[in-house]
């Protein structure tokens, strides 16, 4: 147990806040306790993820060829020049050769370059 030297009092310029004590960190104030800004931002910033995610899948299913095996409705793969090519649609991601990247454009090259 550490030797907090500060009273947990509340702060003279806050007065709902109390100082950090190490030694009980569950019932430390956090900044998010202080504004519910940074809560609506994550908020928002999940929203618009979940949001796009469904997006991305809407657009590969549309755009599908029928070569992919689908593992899940999020993953998918196929063979191209004998390596396997794997596919996240709802990330735009996948995988090649030991690599991982993003964006469609680059995998359509890699997938017409070396079918």
């Known amino acids: 147990m550490s030797n907090w030297p500060f009273p947990l009092a509340p702060l003279p310029d806050k007065p709902g806040r109390v100082p950090f004590n190490p030694d009980n960190f ?34 590969a ?21 004998g390596k396997r090519l794997d596919y996240w649609p709802s990330r735009k991601k996948f995988q090649y050769a030991g690599k991982v990247m993003r964006g469609l454009k680059a995998m359509n090259k890699l997938k017409e370059k070396n079918t």
């Not at 019932?27 to 991305?56: N, T, V």
């Not at 755009?63 to 793969?77: M, N, V």
């Open 26 to 59: 569950e019932e430390a104030p956090h900044m998010s306790d202080d504004d519910g800004f940074w809560k609506a931002l994550a908020k928002h910033k999940k929203e618009k993820f979940d949001a796009d995610r469904q997006k991305f899948l809407k657009e």
């Open 61 to 81: 299913i549309a755009k599908d060829d029928g070569g992919w095996i689908k593992h899940t409705q999020w993953h998918w793969s196929r063979m191209v020049n």
